[in-house]
């Protein structure tokens, strides 16, 4: 499977961001796509988890009621919509796929698009 992340950019703080995940070629079974970050000098970390079928999310602390992930079948698509952005949001966001469960490791996806830069000025 292909996925290409997109809609990142440069927002000021308290501003919104909706990130966009297509997926392409061999999607069966990743039932799971999710979205993760990396700041510059540190590891990545998760940030939300959708289930294909479902749709039952997970999301990290630090973006649980401003983050929003959800999905369209029809367009084979994930989009995490981000409010309230803060500084600390900068990071480059990669999104992942796995065939089930809810994970929030980064070992647990074995597939990976390239990522898009989010950028939040104070």
């Known amino acids: 499977v292909q996925l290409q992340a997109s809609g990142g950019g440069l927002v000021q703080a308290g501003g919104s961001l909706r990130l966009s995940c297509a997926a392409s070629?061999?999607?069966?079974?990743?039932?799971?796509r999710a979205w993760f970050r990396q700041a510059p000098g540190k590891e990545r970390e998760f940030v939300a988890a959708i289930t294909w079928i479902g749709g039952t999310t997970k999301y990290a602390d630090s973006v649980k009621g401003r983050f929003t992930i959800s999905r369209d079948n029809a367009k084979n698509t994930v989009y995490l919509q981000m409010n309230s952005l803060k500084p600390e949001d900068t990071a480059v966001y990669f999104c992942a796929a796995r065939s089930s469960g809810l994970n929030t490791s980064t070992r647990s996806y074995d597939n990976w698009g390239q990522g898009t830069q989010v950028t939040v000025s104070s």
């Open positions: 070629g061999r999607t069966f079974g990743t039932y799971v």
